[in-house]
C-alpha cells in the first residue's frame, strides 16, 4: 500500500535512508551521506504532501517524493518538455532488506501514474552517475537520460538527469 507520509513516520524513513546508505557504500556508491537525505528535507516534503511511503505488512519499506518544485539545479538541462508542468522524484528508497522483489518499481508505478491522472507532461529526476543500477531501472522504464548536474555536499561526481514524456 501507498499513502502520503505523516510526521510520524520520519523516524522509520530515516531508519531507511540511512540503511540504504550503508547498503550503497557496501557496493562502493558513495550517493547518500550524513548531509543527505536528512530530516528536514523530510519533514518539509510531508508538509507539502510531497512524500508517500510504501508499507509492507503495517511496516514502512520505501519512501518516494513527488514533487511539482524544479530544483534551480535542473535549470541548465535541455529537458524534452517545457518547463511548467512536471513532476520530479526525489529520495526513491527501498530497505535493503525488501529490495529485489519489484517495490521501487511500484513506487514508480505509482508516481508516473500520479502525473498522469492530475495531466503532468513528463517525470523528471535525477541519479548518481556511479549507480548503474539505478541508471538502468529508469532507462528500463523508458526515461531518457539528459545531461548532468552536481550537488557537491553529497559527491565530487555528477548526476544524470532523466525525463519520462507522458
Known sequence: M??????????????ITKSCARHMTSQDIHQWNENY???????????????????EQNNIIGCIVVSAIM????????WLTPNDNNVYIHRV???????????????????????????YKSVRLD??????????????RDYKKLGDIYFPKQSEHPFCCYELVL
Do not use: C
Request: proline fraction near 2%.
Open 71 to 78: 530544483d534551480e539545479e535542473y535549470l541548465s538541462i535541455q
Open 37 to 55: 537525505p536528512n530530516k528536514q528535507a523530510f519533514i518539509s516534503d510531508v508538509e507539502r504532501d510531497e512524500l508517500y511511503v510504501l508499507k
Open 127 to 140: 541519479t548518481f552517475s556511479q549507480n548503474q543500477r539505478n541508471q538502468k531501472f529508469y532507462e528500463h
Open 93 to 119: 528508497a527501498i530497505d535493503p532488506e525488501y529490495q529485489g522483489q519489484g517495490n521501487a518499481q511500484k513506487l514508480m508505478a505509482f508516481a508516473e501514474q500520479f502525473a498522469k491522472e492530475n495531466n
Open 2 to 15: 501507498i499513502r502520503k507520509a505523516r510526521l510520524t513516520d520520519i523516524d522509520d524513513i530515516l531508519r
